[in-house]
């Protein structure tokens, strides 16, 4: 079994930083790729930030330049660095993982969220 734990969120003001974690535990063999979705209230789950085993990465129009998605395999742990951040940025944001288990399954995981909120 594998788990996806995210962490670093909070209440910051905006203009702000913060840099969300999402680490990988359990019977891993390997991490592919590992997405960064946000959930507004009364909004539908967006994609923010994916990066790939080859850390090949995309962001959403909305935070291209603002935000940065790496990863380090060592730890099993991939990060969001926010930056310049937004009132709109308010959301709960989770990690999404493909994680291949010891056993040479690979499956798709997902976090429990993380809140992030952007407040004067």
């Known amino acids: 079994q594998v788990q996806l734990v995210e962490s670093g969120g909070g209440l910051v003001q905006p203009g702000g930083s913060l840099r969300l974690s999402c680490a990988a535990s359990?019977?891993?063999?390997?991490?592919?790729?590992v997405r960064w979705y946000r959930q507004a209230p009364e909004k539908q789950r967006e994609l923010v930030a994916h990066i790939s085993s080859g850390t090949y990465t995309t962001y959403a129009d909305s935070v291209k330049g603002r935000f940065t998605i790496s990863r380090d395999d060592a730890k099993n742990t991939v990060y969001l660095q926010m930056n310049s951040l937004k009132p709109e940025d308010t959301a709960t944001y989770y990690c999404?993982?493909?994680?291949?288990?010891?056993?040479?399954?690979?499956?798709?995981?997902w976090g429990q969220g993380t809140q992030v909120t952007v407040s004067s």
């Open positions: 359990g019977s891993i063999f390997s991490i592919n790729t």
């Open positions: 999404n993982a493909d994680v291949t288990s010891t056993a040479r399954i690979m499956m798709n995981y």
